[in-house]
């Protein structure tokens, strides 16, 4: 016998596959927005809607936008020949919420892990070599998380571009290992981009 309405279960479902969102977690969420006026659902429909038509990639760096270049790369506030090398989206507004780095980003969108199938091609390496290619990036900072695919990408980044002429730096250790650096406050954040050092 089925104890839930059809659609609320489809709502449900569809919660629960949601990252970090379990079962229970999803059924609170589908009945907070059965309760609420039905404007709160058609806007969250119309926002999750859209979503994939108003957003791109920025052809830069690779950050989510609605413009291409997006804001940061399109900013000549910015320091152009500084870039910061991160695994994820989520890393970019953590190292921006510090207000600490005034450079550049390139996103990798994901980390080398063997394990998961997930080598150098998968991510965007090809398109790193490109950029510093063109001969005006100065430095890369590295800001991979300290977890062990997050070093395994740094090591692999330091050696494939400790010939190129860059001064490679990495985030200092501020950062606990085994953290992804989307968690860290902002804080230990900012101290760990300031004291940045050479990679090695």
Do not use: N, W
């Amino acid at each position: 016998m089925q104890v839930l309405p059809p659609a609320l279960e489809r709502l449900i479902d569809s919660l629960a596959r949601l990252p970090g969102i379990g079962r229970k977690t999803a059924t609170r969420l589908a009945l907070f927005i059965l309760r609420k006026p039905p404007g709160l659902a058609r806007d969250l429909a119309t926002a999750l809607s859209q979503l994939h038509q108003s957003i791109q990639l920025c052809s830069c760096c690779f950050s989510f936008s609605e413009s291409d270049p997006c804001a940061i790369c399109a900013d000549p506030r910015r320091q152009a020949d500084t870039l910061c090398v991160v695994e994820q989206s989520g890393d970019l507004l953590a190292i921006e919420k510090t207000g600490a780095y005034r450079g550049h980003y390139h996103i990798l969108h994901g980390v080398i892990s063997p394990m998961d199938g997930i080598g150098p091609e998968e991510i965007k390496v090809r398109e790193l070599q490109a950029r510093i290619a063109s001969g005006t990036i100065k430095e890369v900072l590295i800001a991979t998380s300290s977890t062990v695919p997050g070093e395994a990408t740094a090591s692999y980044l330091i050696d494939l571009l400790q010939h190129a002429p860059v001064r490679l730096t990495r985030l200092a250790r501020g950062i606990p290992m085994g953290m992804d650096i989307k968690y860290a406050d902002r804080h230990t954040l900012a101290r760990a981009i300031e004291s940045r050092s050479q990679a090695k």
